[in-house]
């Protein structure tokens, strides 16, 4: 099943994204579109996780009803802003019903949080990139979502278990979905001056897949807080300071883009049985960090005091839920 989500995943995006850029880039509200398509696909997730929890038993039917949305709204003909809205909830609704069965059959392992959530930065670029190719990507997301029917229909269904906890982890899931919101204004205030064509484009999106996919296993081997380590402060000197050159830039995203499965499985971990609301809480975090990124128009000193501030948190986040794990609940990470 993970292998099917995750390619789901890069599916998902990649029709989105060609709506989006294939079908309404050269119309004069298309900034518009996006931000309606983005608070969608993003802000509304933590709501959607809510949901789900709740019907953990048809996660799958979820998972494929919102394939079929996202195809929908790229073959269906009219009003744009109807079309922008059925991706974009489309896309909510995927991403925290497979985010939820990825968690509960994870075995509490965050490797395949990391093989999960990699996938998407290859669709969206070969979405954004190759808008044209839109109908192929439409059909074979109709073929996974009838292959996670197919699986779904044969296999046990899982729901992740109900856990009375002592005490309500409150203040280490704010800290870690503050750290989404902040690791992305960080991210999004960084710009690459090389960065131009699409070959270079997909040399950085290849890299983000590289970070996402292998800090599952980083975090694995060496554990949440050491990975945390390891990663943002080689990312810290490489993107505040090599930003105009290619490598150092390469090698900042990868480390920086290690972190994001470790801040997901640690928000999981700290509430086990709302996987739902746990993945989704993230990423309704991220979509305001990255539009007030994006927004920032930052130099020098000032650039590079906030990005510092933004990735230093990010890890004191990680560290601070790392020990209330180990305290609280008796487990070592």
Request: charged content about 10%.
């Amino acid at each position: 099943m993970l292998i099917i989500c995750s390619i789901a995943h890069l599916l998902t995006d990649a029709v989105c994204a060609a709506t989006l850029f294939g079908q309404m880039n050269t119309r004069s509200d298309f900034y518009m579109l996006l931000i309606v398509y983005n608070t969608l696909a993003f802000s509304t997730q933590a709501i959607v996780g809510i949901i789900a929890d709740r019907w953990q038993k048809v996660q799958w039917l979820c998972g494929s009803g919102a394939m079929i949305l996202v195809v929908l709204g790229f073959f269906i003909p009219g009003n744009v802003y109807l079309k922008t809205v059925l991706i974009g909830f489309g896309n909510s609704v995927f991403h925290v019903s497979c985010g939820q069965i990825v968690l509960i059959r994870s075995s509490g392992k965050a490797i395949s949080l990391g093989v999960f959530v990699a996938p998407g930065a290859i669709g969206l670029s070969i979405g954004t990139l190759f808008p044209e190719y839109g109908s192929y990507y439409s059909f074979a997301l109709l073929i996974a979502s009838a292959a996670m029917i197919f699986i779904s229909c044969r296999g046990t269904v899982f729901t992740a278990e109900k856990i009375d906890e002592p005490e309500k982890p409150v203040l280490p899931v704010i800290l870690l979905t503050l750290a989404v919101a902040v690791r992305a204004i960080g991210g999004g205030a960084v710009h690459f001056p090389w960065k131009n064509g699409a070959m270079l484009s997909i040399l950085l999106t290849c890299v983000v897949f590289a970070g996402k996919f292998s800090g599952g296993f980083l975090c694995q081997a060496i554990g949440p807080k050491r990975s945390a380590i390891l990663s943002l402060l080689v990312a810290l000197p490489l993107v505040l300071f090599a930003g105009n050159w290619i490598i150092p830039s390469v090698i900042g995203q990868f480390a920086l883009n290690l972190t994001m499965p470790v801040t997901l499985w640690l928000l999981y971990l700290e509430m086990p049985s709302s996987p739902g609301f746990a993945f989704g809480l993230a990423a309704s975090a991220l979509w305001p960090g990255t539009l007030i990124g994006g927004i920032l128009k930052l130099e020098g000193f000032l650039q590079q005091f906030v990005v510092g501030f933004c990735f230093l948190f990010a890890l004191f986040a990680v560290v601070f839920a790392v020990h209330h794990l180990n305290n609280g609940k008796g487990c070592s990470l």
